[in-house]
C-alpha cells in the first residue's frame, strides 16, 4: 500500500498529468479589430430587467462582485468580454470602476454561435 502511495505522489511530482494546453488544440479564432463607444453594463440587470444607467452604478457594482459578467452595451449590440488567456481571466475587475459609464474601448470582436464577443485591448471613460 505504501509503495501505490509513493507512486501516486512520485508520479504527480513528475508532472504525469499534461497542461491543460498541451491537451487541447489552441487556435484562436478569427475577429475583426475594432473600436468604438460602449456603456458598461452588468449583463444579468440590463437583460432581465432594463436597468441601466448613472441610477444603477452601485448595483451594477454590487452583481460584479457576486460573479455577474459585466458587458458592453454599443449601437444596439451586446458584446461579453472575453479572454484570450489560458485558463481565461474575467475582465469584471477591469471593468467594474467603469459601471454604467460611457467608455471608448478598443480590442478584436469575435462573433460565434449568435454571441458578440470582444477582446479588450484599451478602454477608458470617455
Known amino acids: 500500500m505504501k509503495k501505490l502511495a509513493f507512486g501516486i505522489v512520485a508520479l504527480g511530482l513528475l508532472g504525469a498529468r499534461p497542461a491543460v494546453s498541451q491537451e487541447m488544440k489552441m487556435e484562436m479564432a478569427e475577429g475583426e479589430d475594432v473600436e468604438f463607444t460602449a456603456q458598461v453594463v452588468d449583463l444579468s440587470c440590463k437583460v432581465v430587467y432594463d436597468l441601466s444607467g448613472e441610477e444603477h452604478r452601485m448595483c451594477a457594482q454590487v452583481c460584479a462582485d ?47 454561435g449568435g454571441l458578440n464577443t470582444i477582446i479588450i485591448e484599451s478602454i477608458g471613460v470617455v
Not at 77 to 85: D, E, F, G, I, R
Open 66 to 112: 457576486n460573479g455577474i459578467p459585466l458587458g458592453l452595451v454599443a449601437d444596439g449590440k451586446l458584446y461579453m468580454p472575453v479572454s484570450k488567456a489560458m485558463p481565461g481571466t474575467g475582465a469584471n475587475e477591469q471593468l467594474k470602476p467603469l459601471a454604467e459609464q460611457e467608455v471608448k474601448v478598443k480590442g478584436k470582436v469575435i462573433e460565434r
